[in-house]
């Protein structure tokens, strides 16, 4: 496997670091609210990987 394909876990990683990031400034954890912190995060991630792991878990999530 390639070390640079994203997997279900770097989804859920993701996933799960937006999450803590609504509860530590105290916001309502919402699938949009999710979304919005994921979309946030890939606007200022340099890794690219990271980007497009941030990128690709939006658009899970919007499903």
């Given at each position: 496997?390639?070390?640079?394909?994203?997997?279900?876990?770097?989804?859920?990683?993701?996933?799960?670091?937006?999450?803590?990031?609504?509860?530590?400034?105290?916001?309502?954890?919402?699938?949009?609210?999710?979304?919005?912190?994921l979309?946030?995060?890939?606007?200022?991630?340099?890794?690219?990987?990271?980007?497009?792991?941030?990128?690709m878990?939006?658009?899970?999530?919007?499903?």
């Amino acid at each position: 496997m390639d070390k640079n394909a994203i997997g279900y876990n770097d989804l859920c990683e993701a996933v799960g670091k937006a999450t803590l990031n609504l509860v530590s400034y105290k916001q309502e954890v919402t699938k949009e609210y999710i979304i919005s912190m994921l979309e946030s995060f890939a606007q200022i991630e340099y890794d690219e990987k990271r980007r497009a792991t941030y990128i690709m878990a939006a658009e899970a999530m919007k499903e």
